[in-house]
Structure formats: structure tokens, C-alpha cells
């Protein structure tokens, strides 16, 4: 499957640190997009990076992509209670074809 | 704008019964998207529509079937529900391209019994 998998599965960090995730993907990919789940919710777009690019802030949000090790990180500088949440890769092939990840949790300790 | 809606939030069916999941976007987007979300399994792609009254399979389509009759509105519907189809199902849509940004729906939980 091309579906992207997350790197940790769980991450619990306190207040103010920072938070990194990655994403592992298998075939050739047009962008590379993050989302966010809060509990209960939809998700929502963080970012995306083409795969030219190598590297895109956003905010608090850096992300690098890795086309030769087919893999991206995501990385949540000072991190606050409200990062909580789900965090999903989803890696966009061309023909229409996307694919999510199966997710990193985050948990924030105020 | 209301962005995604999704009708119903929360529904309970027993083995063999059928529904209908509506999803409605304001945003005049091309592409509509149905998921299915598992634990551990991340989202799985049901079916998807690259516009009004064109449909396409995606990743796990068997079981379902979907419509795409007006711009706003994608349907996704179960003919005879199995307890393999409790889940949780999201809508999405984008404006022209599949490659571009999504966005999602609120989320419809169901629970075949």
C-alpha cells in the first residue's frame, strides 16, 4: 500500500517543547499534506509541500520532505495544549490518487 | 459559509438495513471525497466525484455506492449494512484538482449492529 505511516504512533511532551513526527512513504508523490484531527472532529489542512521543495514553515509548523528517503517531518515548535490532537501525512500521487497515514496522537501536558 | 456538512452525526443500524449519508459543501468545489476512518487503519478512501454526475471507485468501495446528482451534494449510500461497516465516515471535497487541499466534514458515526 502506498499509505504513509506515521512515526510514533503516540507522542506525549510538556507544555513548551517541541514536537516532531515523520512520515514514511513508499512510490513517487506529487505534494506531501499534514492534517490535524482534534477528538470527535474532521480533519483540518496544516500544510503542504511539493515535492520539489524541500523544506516550508508555517506558524509554529516546519516541514521537510525527503524525496530520497521518501519521507517527511513535521515539527510543532513550543508546543501548547491545544496541539493536542491527531496528526495525519497524506501523500497526493498524480491521477487523483490520495492517501493518508495511519497517524501520530499527540499529547500536550500543560 | 458552512464549509462540509454531514447528515446524519450519529446513526445505529442492525445487520441487513440501508441509509443514505449526505454530504453538502458551499464552496463550489469540483472534487468530493467519502472516507472511512478505522482505528489503527487511518482514512480509506470509499468513493470519490471529480465533478456533478461523475463517480469513481477509491480504495474500499465494495458495500457502498454513491451519487453525485448535484454539484453540492455527494451521497453515499449502504444498500444491505454489515457490522464490517462500523466506522466513522468523512466527507471532503477540494476545488479543482485532487492534489490540491481538502476539506473535511465533521464526521458521521456509524454502528452496524
Known amino acids: 500500500s502506498q499509505q504513509g505511516e506515521e512515526d510514533p504512533q503516540a507522542l506525549s511532551i510538556q507544555e513548551g517543547e517541541n514536537a516532531t513526527m515523520n512520515c514514511s512513504y513508499k512510490?513517487?508523490?506529487?505534494?506531501l499534506q499534514w492534517y490535524r484531527q482534534n477528538s470527535g472532529r474532521g480533519l483540518v489542512h496544516l500544510i503542504l509541500?511539493?515535492?520539489?521543495?524541500r523544506e516550508k514553515h508555517s506558524g509554529r509548523l516546519r516541514v521537510t520532505l525527503d524525496t530520497s528517503k521518501k519521507s517527511s517531518s513535521l515539527l510543532i515548535t513550543a508546543s501548547r495544549a491545544a496541539d493536542t490532537a491527531s496528526y495525519f501525512c497524506?501523500?497526493?500521487?498524480?491521477?487523483?490518487?490520495?492517501?493518508f497515514g495511519t497517524g501520530t496522537s499527540l499529547t500536550v501536558i500543560p | 459559509n458552512a464549509g462540509v456538512t454531514q447528515t446524519p452525526k450519529f446513526r445505529v443500524l442492525k445487520t441487513g438495513q440501508s441509509m443514505t449519508l449526505l454530504c453538502a459543501q458551499d464552496m463550489n468545489h469540483e472534487y468530493m471525497y467519502w472516507y472511512r476512518q478505522d482505528p489503527g487503519m487511518g482514512l480509506r478512501l470509499i468513493h470519490y466525484s471529480v465533478g456533478e454526475g461523475t463517480t469513481a471507485k477509491g480504495e474500499v468501495p465494495d458495500g457502498y455506492n454513491v451519487s453525485r446528482l448535484k454539484k453540492q451534494n455527494f451521497l453515499l449510500g449502504l444498500e444491505s449494512a454489515a457490522p464490517s461497516q462500523t466506522s466513522v465516515y468523512f466527507c471532503?471535497?477540494?476545488?479543482?484538482?485532487?492534489?490540491?487541499?481538502?476539506?473535511f466534514g465533521p464526521g458521521t458515526r456509524l454502528l452496524v449492529l
Open positions: 471532503a471535497s477540494s476545488y479543482n484538482l485532487a492534489v490540491e487541499t481538502q476539506y
Open positions: 512510490t513517487s508523490i506529487n505534494n
Open positions: 509541500i511539493r515535492s520539489n521543495e
Open positions: 497524506a501523500t497526493v500521487l498524480t491521477g487523483n490518487q490520495f492517501y
